[in-house]
């Protein structure tokens, strides 16, 4: 079971980092797909690039060795972006089929944190 386990969490995790690091680097180098997005949405042009850079910085953390509590602050930010995003657009009337993206985003965040070996967790020591 432990096995299957391990493999689940690969595959989401991968799944995960490679969406969240490729659409964070597009938001960073403000492509202008990316830009039409977020006009709906009524944010400003530069905090696109700032929710890119952290996009981009919080898969790193969730798939380099170590850092766990680094991790646990990586899963909760990319978890806020992604159901900020589809708030966001609900909130803005911008509801189309992209936002199916980020919830599913979203529950990949909670599912790769919850399958997480136990050696990328911290452990509470009584």
């Known amino acids: 079971m432990e096995k299957r386990k391990l493999i689940w969490y690969w595959i ?11 659409g ?8 202008q797909g990316v830009i039409q ?3 709906p949405l009524g944010y400003p ?35 806020f972006a992604m159901t900020g995003a589809v ?11 992209q936002i199916i ?4 985003l979203a529950i990949f965040t909670v599912l790769s944190w919850y399958l997480r070996p136990a050696n990328r967790k911290i452990i509470a020591v009584n």
């Open 101 to 104: 993206a980020p919830f599913v």
């Open 45 to 79: 042009t530069y905090f696109i690039s700032l929710i890119g850079i952290w996009k981009v910085l919080g898969v790193f953390a969730i798939l380099v060795p170590g850092f766990k509590l680094l991790k646990e602050w990586a899963y909760a930010g990319i978890f």
């Open 87 to 97: 708030i966001s657009h609900l909130a803005s009337n911008d509801i189309h089929p």
């Open 12 to 22: 989401i995790t991968g799944l995960l980092s490679f969406c969240i690091f490729f």
């Open 24 to 31: 964070g680097l597009f938001q960073t180098l403000q492509l």
């Open 37 to 39: 997005g977020f006009k």
